[in-house]
């Protein structure tokens, strides 16, 4: 039992700060049986997992948990000013720092409001725990006074959830959804507590680790499929390297641009992926996809031999399966979730793993490869170059009208390539996706799968609290700020110094662009009229506000919002841009990969 | 080409377990024909049977689903191999007159149970595979059918192959 005892003097520690009324030792305490309410326990559970931040939203089902975390320093909360926000930027804590993001909220109202950012986590499988207040038990089934079925409404959208009945299993509870967020594919897992159990008491114990019988994530990669994977590498004479979110979530990169390195082949990285090869490596064929480049689409529909990794050949990827299916090509896919692999297109080598492990091992047997990548290569190579020479990213510099690309790009060269960048969702987000080069993992911060407009501002928040020197820039539209515009006030409270860059077109341009292209330019209800003086908006919360409507100030403005006068300011830049520009190149909906419509063509 | 799997599952015995395999189904808009679910000797484990039609690669993706559930142990589609199906019904039916014998013929035939009985009807008590007791239902006249219930199919592997954890 000292593995025990040692276990609660650390413990005892967390809530140390609080005076011990009998001026107890916390060796004497130890020694003695000590009971903790659930509230308690839940506060020290989140301490023993080093949780740093804890961004939440106050009601009646968690004040008990309040209360204790009033008590203790260990971690700080942080107060937002909806729930979903607190959701959003615990996400992005999770996404930059690898760790898990914690948010705590009420029940009813409060869970509902978390749950689109609990939806978003799932969809980019992202480590958060959740921890919902919720009735007490007696009260569940009575329709009682802010009750939801917090567990029926989230059961899909979480990697697991669970109701805690009993304050015995609280902590076991706590510890399972830790492990479970973080390992595997990860994803959001909630925690549903009720009232009472957050009084009721019992010893505390916090289990360093526990088994699962049902749950036991795949890890290593088998090695027949792994030397077939090799096998079919080297014999490859178009052959491509397709990355998604998952080599950023599972810390992979360094691995696998050693590999694509050796190999020497092209890489195209998904929306998710971004930064999990780097952008200004010549290797690097810049994002696939419905807005993808013109080289990256076309060696991926032309390729002979795929290399997916931690990728999973979503809609938005590879367009219509069908055209996709139409190249002979062979197809290794890694992946840590089984179900990804052969879901939307079959795939000839199969490896389940964590794609860091099998990329590891991947690169020992290449490099005992005898054979070397073929020479066919060269060929290949010249091809792609001669899809890259179409420059299909250009677009007017002599534009007397902002260009969002633009500001885009002044973005990158302003913070030298380093910042963190989150965004929204809308042409803007593509357009951050395409022109801000990211070269490191986690620095690009965007709700992929979901598309939560939304995102973009608390995700910044989540991001600059857990690197407070970082450069963080939130690239977002009119449309999507104003979705969670109301944390505005969260950065004045914790003085946290995001960098917003509004490119301010008018509309919901990612909309607008569908209509006037499908829908004979009816913009139906994708203007949006009475915009807020956004400057005065950042200055009636203490921010700093700009509004740019020249290209010639685009630079300047970027340079003094990160400049050391404004380190520790807010600054909400409020471009004014091109209403009319449209993202490119574009695979419309239903079309294949090389189907796509380029700027020129128009 | 979509056929007919029979998938055996072990889960935690676990309040929710089942709805999250419920919701699975409806979710993914697979189909599901029956389900059936009862702890198992070992208080703790839930064991559940499903029955449903898809094309292989839909199977797959069923099986796959199901394993990255939290609370599933073990999945095993059932009719990769050799196995044996049974299903119980009971049907109330009226017997009256000179059908009320034919009645109890038809039940013989099949091994069929009378378990109930009044001067106008007979419940009857009957197990086998799916195709068996639909067999059963068109044997006789369908008007004569008052009731129907059936617990969906229930399925072990033959010989030495099992689902233990
Ligand atoms: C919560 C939510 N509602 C609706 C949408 C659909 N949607 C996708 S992009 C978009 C327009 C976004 O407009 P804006 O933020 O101004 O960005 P822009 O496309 O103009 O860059 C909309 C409404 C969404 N993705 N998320």
């Not at chain 1, 921890?131 to 569940?140: F, L």
């Not at chain 1, 694509?260 to 952008?279: D, E, I, K, R, Y």
């Not at chain 2, 056929?3 to 409806?26: C, D, K, W």
Request: charged residues 20%; hydrophobic residues 40%; proline residues 4%.
């Amino acid at each position: 039992m000292s593995g025990l005892a040692g276990k609660m003097q650390h413990s005892l520690t967390v809530a140390g700060q609080t005076d011990y009324p009998h001026g107890f030792t916390n060796d004497l305490i130890c020694s003695q049986f000590m009971e903790a309410t659930g509230a308690e326990i839940v506060v020290r559970c989140l301490a023993e997992e080093g949780v740093e931040f804890v961004f939440g939203y106050p009601g009646g089902a968690v004040l008990n948990i309040y209360d204790e975390i009033f008590k203790q320093n260990k971690f700080k909360h942080v107060l937002v000013r909806h729930e979903q926000a607190a959701v959003h930027a615990a996400d992005a804590y999770a996404r930059a720092t690898g760790r898990v993001g914690v948010a705590l909220v009420t029940s009813g109202p409060g869970a509902t409001n978390a749950v689109t950012g609990i939806a978003t986590a799932y969809m980019d499988s992202v480590p958060i725990v959740v921890v919902t207040g919720q009735v007490p038990t007696p009260a569940i089934g009575m329709d009682a006074f802010q009750e939801v079925d917090t567990v029926g409404i989230t059961r899909p959208c979480v990697k697991h959830n669970f109701l805690v009945k009993d304050v015995k299993d609280l902590a076991e509870t706590m510890k399972k959804a830790f492990i479970i967020a973080a390992t595997g594919r990860p994803g959001p897992v909630v925690v549903d507590v009720p009232k009472d159990i957050t009084a009721h008491t019992t010893e505390f114990v916090y289990p360093a680790s526990i088994e699962m019988r049902s749950y036991n994530p795949v890890v290593k990669g088998h090695s027949g499929q792994l030397k077939r994977a090799v096998q079919m590498l080297l014999e490859a004479q178009r052959p491509m390297i397709y990355i998604g979110g998952g080599v950023v979530l599972g810390d992979a990169s360094k691995q696998l641009v050693e590999v694509a390195s050796l190999l020497g082949f092209p890489v195209t990285n998904t929306l998710m992926g971004l930064g999990g090869h780097p952008a200004t490596h010549r290797q690097n064929l810049g994002m696939l996809g419905m807005h993808g480049t013109y080289e990256a689409n076309m060696a991926m529909q032309h390729c002979d031999v795929l290399l997916a990794v931690g990728a999973r050949f979503d809609d938005r990827v590879i367009g219509n399966p069908a055209h996709f299916a139409r190249e002979q090509r062979r197809i290794i896919h890694i992946d840590i979730d089984p179900s990804s692999i052969s879901k939307r297109v079959k795939v000839d080598v199969p490896i389940v793993g964590d794609v860091k492990h099998v990329l590891t091992e991947m690169l020992a047997l290449l490099k005992q490869a005898k054979d070397k990548p073929d020479a066919a290569l060269t060929a290949w190579w010249t091809q792609i170059e001669l899809w890259r020479s179409k420059n299909c990213l250009k677009y007017n510099k002599q534009s007397s009208i902002i260009k969002p690309q633009y500001v885009v790009e002044k973005l990158w060269e302003v913070t030298k390539g380093d910042a963190y960048v989150t965004s929204d969702v809308g042409q803007h987000q593509m357009w951050a996706a395409q022109y801000y080069k990211f070269d490191q993992p986690r620095r690009w911060i965007n709700s992929g799968g979901l598309g939560t407009m939304g995102v973009g501002l608390p995700y910044a928040m989540g991001v600059q609290l857990a690197f407070p020197d970082a450069q963080v820039a939130c690239i977002t539209g009119e449309s999507s700020i104003q979705m969670n515009i109301q944390e505005l006030s969260t950065c004045k409270q914790y003085r946290i110094p995001v960098k917003v860059l509004t490119l301010n077109n008018g509309y919901m341009g990612m909309v607008r662009q569908w209509q006037e292209f499908f829908y004979g330019s009816r913009y139906a209800e994708s203007y949006m009229e009475s915009l807020p003086d956004f400057v005065k908006l950042a200055e009636s919360y203490g921010h700093v506000g700009m509004k740019i409507e020249k290209p010639e100030d685009v630079e300047a403005a970027i340079k003094e919002a990160f400049s050391p006068a404004l380190k520790e300011r807010m600054v909400f830049m409020d471009f004014i841009t091109d209403a009319a520009e449209n993202v490119f190149p574009m695979v419309e909906g239903g079309k294949g990969l090389s189907e796509m419509i380029l700027a020129e063509e128009l | 080409m979509n056929s007919r799997h029979i998938i055996s599952l072990l889960m935690e015995n676990e309040a929710g377990a089942l709805s999250r395999v419920a919701g699975l189904f409806s979710a993914r808009a697979y189909n599901i024909e029956s389900l059936t679910v009862a702890p198992t000797e070992d208080a703790t484990l839930s064991r559940m049977t499903i029955v449903t039609t898809g094309s292989e690669d839909i199977i797959e993706q069923i099986t796959k689903q199901l394993n990255k559930l939290i609370d599933v142990i073990k999945v095993m589609d059932l009719t990769e191999g050799q196995h044996i199906e049974r299903e119980l019904m009971l049907v109330k039916v009226k017997a009256v007159g000179a059908g009320r014998e034919e009645m109890k013929r038809t039940a013989d035939i099949f091994r069929g149970r009378i378990i109930d009985v009044t001067e106008a009807t007979y419940t009857i008590e009957l197990t086998g595979t799916g195709s068996k007791l639909d067999a059963f239902l068109e044997a006789i006249d369908s008007a004569l059918i008052i009731e129907t219930v059936r617990t969906g199919a229930s399925g072990i592997g033959r010989g030495e192959r099992s689902l233990k954890v």
